[in-house]
């Protein structure tokens, strides 16, 4: 069974960039189609972005335009690099298919304080 192990997380201030990372065990990501999520303290677990293939990507609204999801096939990896952050996207960040498909990871922390 494929389990992601996400990464990259931190302590940023508000302005900055970080750059999340997506890994699986037990598997590849390389023939699913992807997604970023994030839970913010007090609110339920909601979608950051897609990619569908290597290159179709999507994103909702909350980090529209701040925010760009790619692919490593090299690393086998799903990236998530987040720009102009701002303190309401503090959160917990994780990797999942747009359906769920695998059990959730631990998720890394990310933290926008001065």
């Known amino acids: 069974q494929v389990r992601v192990v996400e990464s990259g997380g931190g302590l940023v201030q508000p302005g900055g960039s970080l750059r999340l990372s997506c890994a699986a065990s037990?598997?590849?990501?390389?023939?699913?189609?992807m997604a970023w999520y994030r839970q913010r303290p007090g609110k339920q677990r909601e979608l950051v972005a897609e990619?569908?293939?290597?290159?179709?990507?999507e994103y909702a609204d909350p980090m529209k335009g701040r925010s760009t999801i790619s692919r490593d096939n090299i690393k086998d990896t799903v990236l998530l690099q987040m720009n102009n952050l701002k303190p309401e996207d503090t959160a917990v960040y994780y990797c999942?298919?747009?359906?769920?498909?695998?059990?959730w990871g631990q998720g890394t922390q990310v933290t926008v304080s001065s």
């Open positions: 999942n298919t747009p359906t769920r498909l695998f059990p």
């Open positions: 037990g598997g590849s990501l390389r023939t699913f189609n």
């Open positions: 990619i569908f293939g290597d290159h179709i990507t």
